[in-house]
């Protein structure tokens, strides 16, 4: 509750969308979960196919492209809800998860990724999250590097992501991809690692990124801890320009995740978008097992 009053006070409208829907319905605009990844049932009223949510993004980019189309842009929304995942893991053995984020509909400029981002951390300040730490990244750099000053054959993109992903210079070096390697060093708290890809020589590509990258974190100072992995992708899949993840002190792993994406219209065009989700379930049960021993 504390976090979507922190967001409403953004001037972020509520939507709630269903939990479930008919299969056609979600699969045409999942881009961060596969249809394989949905869990299915029939609905055996009207016998077809429905499925539960696995991510509430897709839900609200469709209310933007549909029932607020005629909305003036930028459009701001918010929700709150349960997700139901397919498959799980070790780590993270839960199948059912409350999500609860933000979105930007219309705008992925700097100044709207600056907001998205103070949103998402205020949301985590007023639940009471203690010390965060975002970590930002570029997840299409690859691609603008490859079609530019570090030329790269288009099959071999994919590698050179894979690789930069699990920081393996020697992987780089064995496929002729030398002029990556800098990138795996590129990494760490926000200045050290803006320093080392300032001195990257690529023509001039990253000038625009870096001073994109200050600008969002300066008014972050106070507020969290910021580092930067520019080639990190796990997770930022179907992101643009622009991504970030969430910590907290104390929490395992991502509370939240964001960035920057487009929506599908029915028309075929895409509209930019901008937002983040947060899981915040292990900081519920921190701060009720807080309040259960106080």
């Known amino acids: 509750r504390a976090a979507l009053d922190a967001i409403a006070a953004y001037g972020y409208e509520r939507v709630s969308p269903p939990l479930a829907e ?8 999942l881009k961060s979960a596969r249809a394989q990844d949905l869990l299915r049932f029939v609905d055996p009223v009207s016998q077809r196919t429905l499925a539960l949510r696995p991510d509430i993004t897709t839900q609200v980019g469709r209310i933007a492209a549909t029932r607020m189309a005629h909305r003036a842009r930028p459009l701001r929304l918010s929700y709150a809800g349960s997700v139901i995942k397919l498959r799980a893991t070790q780590l993270a053995p839960e199948r059912e998860l409350i999500q609860l984020g933000a979105e930007l509909i219309g705008r992925d400029t700097v100044a709207a990724a600056a907001e998205i981002v103070a949103v998402a951390i205020a949301a985590l300040e007023a ?28 099959d071999r993109i994919d590698r050179v992501r894979a690789l930069l992903d699990a920081k393996d210079a020697g992987g ?31 023509g001039g590509v990253l000038a625009s990124r870096i001073e994109a990258i200050r600008q969002i974190a300066a008014p972050l100072a106070g507020h969290a801890t910021i580092t930067l992995d520019p080639t990190e992708r796990h997770g930022f899949e179907y992101q643009s320009w622009f991504g970030f993840s969430l910590f907290v002190d104390g929490l395992a792993g991502e509370i939240g995740r964001g960035g920057s994406y487009t929506i599908m219209h029915g ?4 509209e930019p978008a901008i937002g983040f989700s947060l899981y915040p379930d292990p900081l519920v049960e921190r701060l009720a097992g807080a309040s259960a021993r106080d």
Request: glycine content about 10%; proline content about 8%.
């Open 267 to 270: 028309d075929g065009a895409e």
């Open 172 to 202: 780089l070096a064995a496929i002729g991809a030398d002029a990556y390697l800098p990138l795996i060093h590129a990494a760490g708290p926000l200045e050290s690692a803006l320093a080392r890809l300032e001195a990257i020589d690529a």
């Open 22 to 29: 008919f299969e056609e319905a979600l699969v045409g605009r």
């Open 127 to 154: 639940a009471g999250a203690g010390a965060i730490t975002v970590d930002l990244t570029l997840p299409d750099l690859v691609d603008t590097l490859a079609a530019g000053p570090f030329p790269l054959p288009t």
